[in-house]
């Protein structure tokens, strides 16, 4: 069975630092896709990145980048320059392929807050 | 980029009740849809996969009968909870994955519903 551990419950970050939001995952599926969703207080999911279990270079989308060490099963996101819009729940999913049906599963989320 | 409606967007309904909540997607056909649900400063959990034409395939712990998941077309797919009780009230997420998607493929959410049962 698929599962996503996100160990951090809430992170705090200085604005225009970096920020580092961890994802562990488990899988037997040999292909699987690793996303990244931002959630701010109006509820609405926003994606951010994305990972192919076979993709060979680490996924960036301007601000957003994922740190994936497949052999550790770890998806980590990085946020450089944080802005103070950046605070959010932040969830970490993980899509399996035929196996797994499609559907997608989500880790408790970590929430973020940026300091001015 | 591509857009999911939930209809409504929230809803206060009296204990006993049902209510049908809505999920639509505007500009592509989604073969598959998911419902998930979410408490307060929790995850998504997901409830259900929605495949058009075929019966829904419902989560462990999830009451079929009380969650009633209808796929009528590539465009809509509608959550019902019958006999709504207050440990019901949350907020519902649909999501829709296109059409010939796969494990790569993006799945767009809708904005969800706030359901509250008094």
Known sequence: AQ???????????????????????DTSDPSYG???????SSGEMIFLIYQGSYDQQNATEGR?????????KSAN???????????????????????????????????????A | GAVVSQHPSWVICK?????????????FQATTMFWYRQFPKQSLMLMATSNEGSKATYEQGVEKDKFLIN??????????????????????????LPSLAGARSEQYFGPGTRLTVT
């Open chain 1, 64 to 72: 957003y980048s994922l740190n994936f060490q497949k052999a550790r």
């Open chain 2, 71 to 96: 796929h009528a077309s590539l465009t809509l797919s509608t959550l019902t909870v019958t006999s709504a009780h207050p440990e019901d009230s949350s907020f519902y997420i649909c999501s829709a």
């Open chain 1, 77 to 115: 996101l990085v946020i450089s320059a944080s802005q103070l819009g950046d605070s959010a729940m932040y969830f970490c999913a993980m899509r399996e392929g035929w196996t797994g049906g499609f559907k997608t599963i989500f880790g408790a989320g970590t929430r973020l807050f940026v300091k």
């Open chain 2, 15 to 27: 204990s006993g009740t049902s209510v049908k909540i809505e999920c639509r997607s505007l500009d």
């Open chain 1, 34 to 40: 690793l996303f990244w969703y931002k959630q701010p």
């Open chain 1, 3 to 25: 599962k996503i551990t996100q160990t951090q419950p809430g992170m705090f970050v200085q604005e225009k630092e970096a920020v580092t939001l961890d994802c562990t995952y």
